[in-house]
């Protein structure tokens, strides 16, 4: 059974959404991806209301078993970081509503986990991420990538019981699905059978 993970590039004027299922063997593949715009002239309220509008619709559609959004953090620009958090607060929101896991993967962990490299460009990410998910081209645009490769980092590290990056799911002890058990049993007994690749 393979774990399905959405991945979120936040953003006020770009927000990006991928849907990935990953296997025990961690063989990805892309289910979906779009990009949630907004022009920068519309109100916030309004530009707040389109992401969450779109994230719910996203959610309900795709019905993943986690979530997973860029930790985002900047010394310089405070003005972007303000309105991605706002962005990420709405995501987490509307996946704590459905009880769905919500894990934070900061950029250097999503380079790393794809590319081998936390130093990565953008450009080495997007060309591992269609490598990855066997894709002629990267998703485009840039956010929709982004957000595939962060669906990818949680599934290939982020999902196995006791990480520190898995999310939690209220009503249960272990903060597991039955498709995140399922897929954690999988991978153990992969792991046991030889190398994965």
Known sequence: MALRVVGVDPGLTRCGLAVVDIEANRRATLVDVTVVGTSSDTSLDERLLA???GIDAWLDQHRPDAVSIER???HT???TVMGTAQASGIVIAAAAHRGIPVALHTPTEVKAAVTGSGQADKAAVG???AKILRL???PRPADAA???ALAITHGWRGAAPGSQASGTR???SSGLTAAQRAWAQAEAAARKSGPRR
Do not use: Q
């Open 77 to 79: 620009n405070v003005s």
């Open 170 to 172: 209220s009503g249960g």
């Open 51 to 53: 992401i969450s509008r």
């Open 72 to 74: 985002v953090f900047s």
């Open 136 to 138: 002629d081209a990267p």
């Open 127 to 129: 060309r591992m991420v």
């Open 146 to 148: 982004d957000a595939a």
